[in-house]
């Protein structure tokens, strides 16, 4: 932990933070992270870190950004997925969930893309698609029965869903 405050001060006066305003540390821990990788950046995720099974190949950094990603897509922070700095571990569900959740997006993909005739010309379902900011999908009912929970504003039907206003970010990203 010492270590992680003398890596962010570092980091912080090289202007590397870049994110958003969150309540957990995970400003502080990407700094940290960005700050272990220094001069590997570009290398493989697999030759950085220890356990990649999906980001093989893609730069280390990159890796990070995804992770950034994720959060936002899903409202949450890096502990939803992780075990704070054990990064590599899987206990958690929603780590190997999200490794599937992949898979299907590639699968879903390839599928569109085959059909004909529709207006996009790259048609894709990223994880925004149906997470909006939020773990849980809309479901039929939210839809229909409750049009505004779609959009995060009131109503969602579990309390303990953070709302998208809860942590910024997503309607900034694409
Ligand atoms: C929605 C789930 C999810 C969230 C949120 C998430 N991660 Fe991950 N993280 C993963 C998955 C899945 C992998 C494994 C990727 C793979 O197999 O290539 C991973 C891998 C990693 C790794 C590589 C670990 C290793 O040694 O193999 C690091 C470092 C990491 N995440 C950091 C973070 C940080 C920091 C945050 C918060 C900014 C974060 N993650 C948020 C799902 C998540
Ligand atoms: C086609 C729609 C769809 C897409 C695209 C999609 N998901 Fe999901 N996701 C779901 C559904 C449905 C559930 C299950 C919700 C439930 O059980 O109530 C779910 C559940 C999850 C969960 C578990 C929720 C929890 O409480 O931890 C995680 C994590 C997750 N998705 C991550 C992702 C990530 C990351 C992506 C992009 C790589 C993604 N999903 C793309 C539909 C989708």
Redesign the pocket.
Known sequence: MRRALICVTLAGSLGMSNQADRPFDQTKTLAQLRQQIAGKEQLPAEEVFRNIQDYKGVPAASLLRGMEF?GRV?GVTCT?CHVADQWERDDKP?KQ??RE??A??DT?TSTLRKMRNLPSERPG???A???RGQ???ATAESVVDRPESVVGRSGLQTGTRRRPEDHGGLRTAS
């Open positions: 994720y899903l939803h929603a969930i999200t959740m992949s299907m997006v879903i379902v990223p994880c698609t149906c997470h773990l849980k999908p």
